[in-house]
């Protein structure tokens, strides 16, 4: 759409050499000779550019801005004086105009001017929308659920978030921990500061503190540049500690200075340097039972525990489901041009049977494989992965109806069978049918458990 401009002129000519010179331009332009009459065409958001003269009877250019600023303090308006009036231009720029331009005019400095005002006006459009969209996506309603557990999650969040004090959020791994943690910062006092987040356990111990603290030239043999830390970067914001739990004795004693003093030292520095930071800390370990075994500092475990948010899996509240495949649904639809509408009552019941090891993260992964194969609009059985659909294979034995026409021993053997099956089943289900990890909660070799998967047929598209 082309971008529209408003020109306020009361002299006829001026207005017309406008108007032609922006229209060439391919601009939407609307007219007014007047303050009043442009006050009377005004609206907030009609406008992308409103070019005003300084000098016309009634109400002048200084009134006229004043009143659409107070309407809608974040409209762009272009001066136009005459030349040699370069301070009223100037005290114009101060009460709020974007800039100005003199006449009589260039039609290449009219072009720049209002070329300059509407990437101006782009991109502030652009960061308003984006900033809005992070809001959305932090806020409490992108983190999804209804059940009991997830509400009391919900009111811990609201009361702790303006609160600037130090969260610790316990959960198992893909729970959404980090998610919780860009929310609480979202609605935080510091929104408008930094989120800057770390994995502890993704990163060698020897780089970790370099990472966490910065380092100095020279500090170490790869050591070629000055190095910011994450403390640094997250100054007047807030740090997510993920996996906090993974940190070395030596690293926690650092990291529990800067709670108690507010400063640090970069690596291979003597200088202190000060930080306001808020820290957000995050594990799917016991922290307790790490202390009991020394493997935590009970001084950092209980200043980072000023407030805990529990996290919980995704089996512990079966109810939610249908929510998340809701608020996947439309991510998805969204993200690969999918126009998924429905679940069948067969996928959803398996959804809902299946223990979820992975939680949401797990389930936000079958939901997305299952959106892009489908190829109708609506998910079904087969769209889900293979382990998924096995659930239904899960039997109990049943001796009411066992074949007697069969000898003993060969009843037996379909009974054992059944159980065995049974049992690698649920090994599977159990480690997300990763192989080698149900083979040794089985205690047999890997080799052996593939043998039995491929005699149950528990084996799909296996190249």
């Known amino acids: 759409m082309a971008a529209k401009i408003l020109v ?34 005004y609206k907030p958001g009609c406008f992308d550019v409103v070019t005003l003269d300084i000098k016309m009877p009634g109400m002048d ?23 040699g009036a370069q301070k009223i231009a100037i005290e114009a720029v ?71 004090i130090t969260v610790l959020i316990q959960g198992e791994s893909g729970t959404g921990k980090e998610l919780v943690s860009r929310a609480i910062h979202a609605n935080s006092l510091r929104k408008n ?20 603290f910065g380092h100095e030239k020279g500090a170490f043999t790869d050591a070629l540049f000055k190095k910011i830390g994450r403390f640094e970067a997250a100054n007047h914001g807030t740090i997510f ?3 906090i739990g993974d940190m070395s004795l030596a690293t926690q004693a650092k990291v529990l200075r800067v709670l108690q003093e507010r400063e640090f030292e970069r690596v291979g520095s003597t200088g202190s340097i000060k930080v306001d930071v808020r820290i957000v800390a995050a594990t799917n370990k016991d922290l307790v039972r790490s202390v009991k075994e020394e493997q935590f500092r009970e001084d950092l475990y209980y200043r980072i525990n000023v407030v805990s948010v529990y996290l919980p899996p995704l089996r512990l509240r079966h109810e939610d489901i249908p929510l998340l495949f809701e608020h996947f649904m439309r991510r998805f639809n969204k993200e690969f041009n999918k126009s998924i509408k429905h679940i069948s009552l067969e996928a959803m019941e398996l959804l809902m049977k299946y223990s979820w090891p992975g939680n949401v993260r797990e389930l936000e992964n079958v939901l997305q494989r299952a959106i892009v194969l489908a190829e ?3 998910i079904t059985k087969k ?66 458990l593939f043998n039995k998967m491929k005699r149950f047929n528990l084996i799909e598209n296996e190249e």
């Not at 990437?119 to 992070?134: A, D, F, V």
């Not at 289900?429 to 149900?438: D, L, Q, S």
């Open 376 to 378: 109708k609009d609506i």
């Open 61 to 83: 250019g200084f009134e006229v801005l004043t009143h659409i600023k107070k309407i809608d303090p974040e409209q762009l308006l272009v001066i136009i004086t005459a030349y």
């Open 241 to 243: 500690l993920d996996e």
């Open 94 to 164: 101060k009460k709020g105009a974007y800039d100005y331009f003199t006449k009589p005019f260039e039609i290449d400095e009219l072009r720049v001017v209002v070329q300059r005002a509407l990437e101006c006006n782009r991109l502030h459009r652009e960061n308003k929308e984006l900033k809005n969209k992070l809001e959305r996506q932090y806020d409490f309603n992108e983190i999804v659920g209804a059940s009991g557990k997830m509400m009391e999650v919900f009111e811990v969040m609201k009361k702790i978030s303006a609160a600037d």
């Open 383 to 448: 769209d889900l992965p293979f382990y998924l659909q096995c659930i239904d294979h899960e039997t109990k034995v049943d001796t009411e109806s066992i074949d007697f026409s069969k000898s003993l021993p060969n009843t037996v053997k379909d009974v054992v069978d059944n159980v065995e099956k049974q049992l690698i089943l649920k090994a599977l289900n159990k480690t997300n049918w990763n192989r080698t990890e149900a083979a040794q909660l089985l205690r047999i070799s890997r080799k052996s």
């Open 8 to 41: 306020v002129d009361d002299d006829q000519s001026f207005r017309f050499l406008l108007l032609e010179a922006l229209r060439k331009e391919g601009y939407d332009v609307t007219i007014a000779s007047s303050g009043e009459e442009a006050l009377s065409l």
């Open 193 to 212: 500061g930094p989120f800057v987040k770390i994995n502890c356990a993704a990163i060698p111990e020897g780089v970790l503190e370099s990472e966490l």
